[in-house]
């Protein structure tokens, strides 16, 4: 159900006498039968426009009051389809890579305000990559999470292997600017202790797992120096450190035509918002803070090793851990 569709039928019935049945009540005012109320009722059937006017008009509900419109100080959403299997994760990556071909080209660009390190750069052809789609599924899929499959006996879909990777691509041709802090790789760090600690990533896919996070932060890193990415057009990148802001994953994305807004709210679930006065309010925030920030691309060579540094330390750190927890399990 949309927000939308969830607001209106939550004020519908308010208006409901508690003795009356509400969907009896929505069948009568739409002129369908029980079963169709239902549906829209509980979400399984979106409310068209028509049947929102005629809803309002049955429990004399006024929309505009309702959804505020032509208030400034509200505006609309989209929210992003659920994650609820294989297929769906799949479905998302190929709607992320439609999304970035789009702005393949000189006027668009991606500020990315990155609190964990963004998801396209462990969308690649290696085991760190099938071992992120692994704890997505593992969070996100229920049966999953029910059989507690290990790593190393997961059967991850070709198919959504191949079509994440492209995703990555995709996002490796777009013009860039990322703003991180320290906190960058803490998520993946925690992901992997958990998983070993509970004996469903084995000691030695564990170690690889780590070795290609670092191939993957030095990739980055020699990225930043060079200020362009690793692709025929030589597409800028843009790297700052923050050292002010506890960053959120906002994105901002700009085209010939307008800005969008994507917030995130939940593992890989976020909000889209196109309103330009508050993406324009967001971009123009995000900016200032770069004044704020170290840039890290075309910069000297003691910027970046003292930015770096701590990150493959976490890694370095981590490594000991899983050594002294293979020797010593809990």
Same mark, same amino acid.
């Given at each position: ?15 409901? @006498? ?13 002129? &369908?039968? *029980? ?7 509980? %979400?399984?059937?979106?409310? /068209?426009?028509?049947?929102?006017? +005629?809803?309002?008009?049955? =429990? ?10 032509? $208030? ?22 190929? $709607?992320?890579? $439609?999304? @970035? ?13 990155? +609190? ?45 292997? #191949?079509?994440?990777?492209?995703? %990555?691509?995709? *996002? ?10 320290? %906190? ?9 202790? !958990? =998983? ?28 930043? !120096? ?14 700052? #450190?923050?050292?002010?802001? &506890? ?7 700009? $085209? ?16 889209? &918002? ?10 123009? =925030?995000? #900016? ?5 920030? +170290? @840039?890290? /691309?075309?910069? %000297? ?5 003292? =930015? ?14 899983? +050594? ?5 399990? @809990?």
């Amino acid at each position: 159900m949309s927000l939308i569709d969830d607001l209106l039928i939550k004020n519908l019935k308010s208006k409901c @006498l508690k003795n009356v049945s509400f969907i009896d009540e929505v069948s009568i005012a739409l002129d &369908i039968n *029980y079963d169709a109320a239902y549906r829209r009722v509980n %979400g399984k059937t979106s409310i /068209s426009l028509e049947d929102a006017v +005629k809803l309002s008009k049955y =429990f004399n509900i006024s929309l505009n009051n309702l959804f505020n419109i032509g $208030n400034k100080n509200v505006i609309t959403i989209t929210k992003s389809k659920e994650i609820k299997n294989a297929a769906d994760l799949e479905n998302y990556f190929i $709607n992320l890579t $439609n999304d @970035l071909a789009v702005l393949n080209n000189d006027k668009s660009s991606i500020f990315y305000s990155a +609190k964990d390190l963004p998801i396209f750069y462990v969308l690649q052809n290696n085991l760190l990559s099938k071992f992120k789609i692994y704890v997505w599924l593992y969070i996100l899929d229920k049966d999953v999470a029910k059989k507690n499959i290990p790593f190393e006996k997961f059967n991850l879909p070709t198919s959504l292997l #191949h079509t994440a990777q492209k995703t %990555g691509v995709a *996002y490796n041709n777009v013009r860039i600017t990322e703003l991180w802090n320290y %906190g960058i790789i803490d998520s993946i760090i925690n992901q992997i202790s !958990y =998983f070993f600690e509970t004996k469903l990533l084995s000691y030695e896919l564990a170690l690889l797992i780590c070795e290609d996070l670092r191939k993957t932060i030095k990739q980055i890193e020699e990225t930043a !120096y060079l200020g362009k990415r690793y692709n025929k057009k030589q597409t800028n990148f843009k790297l700052y #450190h923050s050292e002010l802001l &506890i960053l959120n994953n906002n994105i901002i994305i700009k $085209n010939k035509n307008k800005k969008t807004l994507i917030s995130p709210y939940s593992l890989l679930r976020y909000y889209k &918002i196109e309103d330009q006065f508050t993406c324009n309010k967001i971009d123009d =925030f995000l #900016h200032e803070q770069l004044n704020n920030s +170290k @840039l890290l /691309s075309n910069t %000297g060579l003691k910027e970046r090793i003292l =930015f770096f540094k701590p990150i493959y330390n976490q890694i370095d750190n981590l490594l000991i851990r899983l +050594k002294i927890l293979k020797e010593f399990p @809990l």
